[in-house]
């Protein structure tokens, strides 16, 4: 199998991320939870992610990198967090549902801001003129449906300027694209430990400009005698038992990205980009949704004229090649795009994805397309 649908999981991890995990189930059991060896093994693998991923985020203090299940879980929180009822909310047009379904079931007032795909000047011209209404601004990074990088640092300069705290969902950002949050300073920043970060599935972080709020409650391994959740992070925000394997998976995933470097990561993805999006442009009846000046992330949706995008993704997999159609659980990317209605084939690469991988699903594409 080929595999190319990195923007949901990075299945191909590197080989120090099994080794962690596997280190990890034989030798470290609960954080907090007691003083014996094995506890204190699982509270130093802890400690040291934390340490990994804010010296990676340019957090000051460790502390406030606290983890979570995945990003919706993260998102959860931070949304948990500032909204209520009535808040307004400005988000753009380019929404994962792990941001949208929490904001409708808060009941706030939604309103969008920057709708034009690959347009990072239309959106931002768009957040300046809405971020005036707004009490709180939800931005993704970089579009899960079509790599499309916004631009969040002035979208960021935007809320510090007005006052307005920034949520940001980094989900397809984190370890391929320089994220400081001394910079951007936002409330919360979110992002899954299983994509670039190349961690197992059930890891998540979220970086906490802001306090937050207990979303979940429950045992935190210390203040046991209070009713109330402690107020320090990040324990607050950290209730039952920790995911300690896939947090020792998530540690040498980080020390992939780091010691290789993000920018580089993302060059040798964007170089692959390009090759595949030459090669692909090539096909009739394909419809390519790239940026011109090339810079989104490794991501590239295409639709096949005259076809669904869920069966022709069902047809490659039959031929080994490993991508995912539909509407990526972004509708209003969709939307925005006008794809809705039959969704876009999506293929998005890795650091272990290779020029010879993208000519057999090239030759793939060709196939099917001549049916």
Known sequence: MIYLDNAATSFIKPPSVYQAVRNALMCASNPGRGAHQTAMNAAKIVYDCREAAAELFHMDDPSRVVFTSNATHALNIAIHSLVRPDSRVLVSGFEHNAVMRPLYASGCKLQIAGRRLFDSQAVYADFQNKIKAADLVVCTHVSNVFGFELPIDEIAALCRTNAVPLVIDASQ??????????????????????????????????????????????????????????????????????????????LAGIRFVRDRGPEIIHAYEQNLLNVLIDRLSEIPRLHLYTDPDRRQGGILSFTVDNTDSESFCEALSRKGIAVRGGLHCAPMAHQSAGTEKEGTVRISLSPFTDVSQLEQARRAVRELTEL
């Open 173 to 250: 950002s984190a370890g391929l694209l320089d994220i400081d949050m001394r910079r951007l300073g936002a409330a919360f920043i979110a992002m899954p430990g299983h994509k670039s970060l190349f961690g197992p599935q059930g890891t998540g972080i979220l970086l906490c400009g802001q306090e937050g709020r207990p979303l979940l409650y429950g045992g935190t391994g210390t203040n046991s005698a209070s009713p109330d959740m402690p107020e320090l992070l990040p324990e607050r925000l950290e209730a039952g038992t920790m995911n300690v394997p896939g947090i020792a998976g998530l």
